[in-house]
């Protein structure tokens, strides 16, 4: 609620409600290093694996993304947020979306929340901390949306 009250989503009957530009990013590992840490070694590894699934859902969801700061920096976007406009069915009380069967809240796709699915799918990407859980938007990936947002108003 505060995250999009500060931009005007929870203001009702506003349809000029937008913020464009929007940009994330996250750091590309570095190459593995033979060094005498361990440690250091399988972290780095396990972050390689981590940013190559990570690579392999942006492509396979078409993800707009482009590599920035001598191949360092990977930023996905850029996206937009916008109200969504009130169509006829809307306004006959039917928004029942037949794709998305008798629970509409039971994929991001589904969900009729303010984040579009793009955006929303770039935070799940750059939340995966590792391979086997797959992507996930947790806190983190939140707060660095409305750090964003908080620096579109600045």
Do not use: W
Not at 17 to 30: C, F, T
Not at 47 to 60: D, G, N, P, S, T
Not at 105 to 130: Q, W
């Amino acid at each position: 609620g505060e995250l999009f009250a500060t931009y005007g989503f929870a203001t009702g009957n506003n349809i000029l409600d937008s913020v464009e530009g929007i940009v994330l990013g996250l750091r590309i590992p570095g190459p593995i290093h033979d060094n005498d840490n361990a440690d250091t070694t399988v972290e780095t590894e396990e972050r390689l694996q981590v940013y190559e699934a990570q690579m392999a859902l942006i492509k396979e969801h078409s993800i707009p993304h482009r590599v920035e700061n001598d191949g360092h920096v990977l930023l996905l976007g850029p996206f937009s947020l916008h109200r969504k406009l009130p169509t006829k069915s809307d306004e006959e009380g039917d928004t029942h979306d037949e794709t998305c069967g008798d629970d509409p809240d039971n994929t991001p796709e589904c969900s009729e929340g303010v984040i579009p699915d793009d955006l929303y799918r770039a935070l799940s990407f750059i939340g995966m901390e590792n391979v086997e859980e797959g992507p996930v938007v947790s806190e983190d990936e939140l707060e660095m949306l409305r750090d964003v947002l908080t620096r579109k108003l600045e």
